[in-house]
């Protein structure tokens, strides 16, 4: 899978650019605030239809336009190629086409094109809240399976509404009858995602312990967990574990007005030699451990799309040493289109930029130089 042609207007500081690519390693240089890191997140946006440093799509377009938009084609090797375009207003709501026809819904974007993106924040995945984990294997696992995107959606409606009940329940003391019903959905659109989520983590485990041990010369043994609040065993379905911890916690739900378990709650943490990574890890122990997560993240998604994906890299090399900068390009580049933004080429091994097509990226402009 690579992205053959790309094309931006009014996209952040893009005006207007057009630019093809071939199938291999892409060297974006220039100094900060270029447009480096906007061309990628362009290309991130038309993999998961949202940015990963805001919320607000009018932030995306260009402050003297009304509209933003980005388009991909896409060439592919296990299924037909495809023709992604995607426009932001600043006012409204964003809409989608694949293959130049309108498609109903944004989720419909998700799939066509994948992407794993390495950032510099990714940092917070491993020392930030539950939250920054749970949007990772929302985001991950959302392009994987459009499904899961559907789930996710239903159960935050669900979940604000069992709030809802339950704060009026510890205020008014009223019939429990209909907290049965929004329970039962609930766990409905609750329990696919915790089997989801769980799937997705084993399946990142055993390749992010091997990249993780070759980024650290074997010195150090990395274990992902995952921490469901509604608890895990062989003993029960996802379902009954689910129900029974409601069961369990329904008086502190009804004392507290608010759902106390589901995915809402859930957790990943990172173990370095079985001490979590957040509480006990440096700062560098922190990165690498995203790395190589993010890393695996290449051989789950080859394993479940039939290909490898496209990758972005933004600057991610500025706080690593030589040895593992080429460690980890040494991983990433063969057999896929990558995406490499930094401020100077000098930074990474000589004989791995010379593999790349380089590009001059300024003022919102894209130049190659070979």
Excluded at 108 to 116: A, M, P, R, S, T
Excluded at 220 to 234: F, Q, T
């Amino acid at each position: 899978m690579y992205i053959s042609r790309l094309r931006l207007a009014n996209f952040r500081n893009y005006q207007w650019q057009e630019i093809s690519f071939r199938e291999t390693a892409n060297l974006l240089v220039g100094p900060n605030g270029q447009g480096k890191t906007n061309l990628l997140e362009a290309i991130y946006v038309l993999a998961t239809s949202k940015s990963h440093r805001t919320v607000r799509d009018q932030e995306l377009v260009s402050w003297d336009a009304e509209t933003a938009a980005l388009m991909a084609e896409v060439r592919r090797q296990t299924r037909p190629d495809v023709t992604l375009e995607i426009t932001l207003p600043t006012a409204g709501e964003k809409s989608v086409r694949v293959n130049s026809v309108a498609r109903p819904r944004v989720l419909d974007l998700l799939g066509e094109l994948n992407v794993v993106a390495v950032w510099v924040e990714d940092i917070d995945i491993v020392r930030g809240d539950p939250s920054a984990r749970r949007r990772f294997m929302n985001v991950e696992i959302s392009q994987l399976s459009p499904g899961y995107c559907f789930n996710l959606a239903r159960y935050r409606r669900v979940l604000e509404h069992r709030n809802r009940l339950l704060k009026q329940l510890s205020q008014r003391g009223t019939s429990r009858d209909s907290l049965t019903v929004w329970t039962a959905e609930l766990v409905k659109y609750g329990a696919p995602l915790v089997a989801s989520r769980k799937q997705f983590v084993d399946q990142l485990a055993g390749p992010a312990a091997e990249l993780h041990a070759r980024l650290t010369d074997g010195d150090e043994a990395l274990s992902l967990e995952y921490r469901p609040s509604c608890g895990l065993d062989a003993g029960r379905s996802v379902e009954e574990a689910f129900w029974e911890t409601l069961e369990e916690v329904r008086e502190e739900e009804l004392r507290r007005g608010q759902t106390l378990v589901g995915p809402h709650r859930d957790d990943l943490a990172f173990l370095i030699d079985g001490k979590d990574a957040r509480a006990y890890g440096s700062l560098g122990q922190q990165r690498t451990v995203a790395l190589s997560v993010r890393l695996a993240e290449l051989s789950a998604l080859a394993v479940q799309i039939g290909e490898p994906p496209v990758v972005v890299m933004d600057d991610v090399f500025a706080e690593l040493d030589l040895r593992r900068t080429r460690h980890l390009l040494e991983v990433a580049l063969p057999g896929r289109q990558i995406f490499l933004a930094t401020t100077e080429a000098e930074r990474l091994p000589s004989d791995l930029v010379a593999a790349c097509d380089v590009y001059r990226v300024r003022h919102g402009g894209v130049e190659a130089l070979r």
